[in-house]
T-cell receptor
């Protein structure tokens, strides 16, 4: 158990819908990272937050957005969902903003039908 | 853009055998990381490499950071069934994001 929690574990929704994935970092970790893992694209970095502020942006679509709240939990919002958005979405956290100190959560499996 | 080529894509080996996998890049990176992902779980960091030529061990795992800073390999000695999973290499330079290779899926036959 990494100490990072993600909810829900599974999510099934229809095209065009909007969903919110939630992540609680390890106690004391200030930085949160979101990743998408799909069969054709592999594991891709989406976005990083540090203490409530956006720190780095990767291959995140405009239909996707995220935020980190004052209690340091984070949410990833996915809207106008398409079949190709079906994937595992991982959240990771680290104490500071260092990439080599990340601890990954168990992931949320999103299925878009 | 940055691209990491990881090979082999999959391996099916007998318990007790040694395993070797590698990762190459077209660009130079200052940090190479190796992760393992168990089925249904998120990746877990196994080894981090920070200096060209560095050889680092973690139990039965050994990883090396290539002298050109464009490659790395991971060896697993005397494999056991719990070594099953997907192994990823990842790289980054200061100020850049973490980039993952495509993974090597390891299957171990008891």
């Amino acid at each position: 158990d990494s100490g990072v929690t993600q909810t829900p574990k599974h999510l099934i929704t229809a095209t065009g819908q909007r969903v919110t994935l939630r992540c609680s970092p390890r106690s004391g970790d200030l930085s949160v990272y979101w990743y998408q893992q799909s069969l054709d694209q592999g594991l891709q970095f989406l976005i990083q937050y540090y203490n409530g502020e956006e720190r780095a942006k990767g291959n995140i679509l405009e239909r996707f957005s995220a935020q980190q709240f004052p209690d340091l939990h984070s949410e990833l919002n996915l809207s106008s969902l398409e079949l190709g958005d079906s994937a595992l979405y991982f959240c990771a956290s680290s104490p500071g903003g260092l990439w080599d100190e990340q601890y990954f959560g168990p992931g949320t499996r999103l299925t878009v039908t | 853009g940055q691209q990491l080529n990881q090979s082999p894509q999959s391996m099916f080996i007998q318990e007790g055998e040694d395993v070797s996998m590698n990762c190459t890049s077209s660009s130079i990176f200052n940090t190479w990381l190796w992760y393992k992902q168990d089925p249904g779980e998120g990746p877990v960091l196994l080894i981090a490499l920070y200096k060209a030529g560095e050889l680092t061990s973690n139990g039965r795992l050994t990883a090396q950071f290539g002298i050109t800073r464009k490659d790395s390999f991971l060896n697993i000695s005397a494999s056991i069934p719990s070594d099953v999973g997907i192994y990823f290499c990842a790289v980054y330079n200061a100020g850049n994001m973490l980039t993952f290779g495509g993974g090597t899926r390891l299957m171990v036959k008891p």
